[in-house]
């Protein structure tokens, strides 16, 4: 069975079916969180700010206009409340070890392999970490989630030239913290 499309599960919720705001939500609160997790880098607080997101979405649902896609429209609720609760906290949250892990259909072939790929997803999501909350959400949306400089744009409010600029300075970063792992990597 195809899945309903968001139009008209916005317009079913605007009609006051809660049943279709739940099946958004469902769709995508993994999105939401983990943009919230990667930001704020504290599960509890990320939890409560992907809930105060979807409660924020659903009270500003009629404020959709649907040039962009609503996951888009929602990604951008999610990342300037992120924004704001760290202007709130006015410092930097301590880290929580992370996990972002997608599946992708692949069997490690040994103990080895799957130890080198844990210590590889590891090392890469802490040199994540060290990034700024929003450098680290840029490269999240990018190569995480897969989304358009002009998603991203629309999201974050940055010039699609800003994005470029700070993705490449990050990507930059992220190479020279994972340098000596790649180096022990081929001892």
Known sequence: MKPTPDPELIQRTLEGDRQAFEALVDRYKHMVYTLAVRM?????????????????????????????????????????????????????????????QRYDGRETGGIEEGLEYEDKKRSIRMAIERLSEKDAALISMFYYDELSIAEISVISDLSPENIKIRLYRSRKQLASDLRPFMEAQKL
């Open 40 to 100: 704020l880098r504290n599960r509890e607080v990320a939890e409560e700010a992907a809930q105060d997101t979807f409660l924020k979405a659903y009270k500003g649902l009629e404020t959709y206009q649907g040039g962009a896609r609503f996951s888009t429209w929602l990604y951008k609720i999610a990342y300037h409340n992120c924004l704001d609760r760290l202007k709130k906290m006015s410092r930097r949250p301590s880290t929580t070890p992370l996990e972002y």
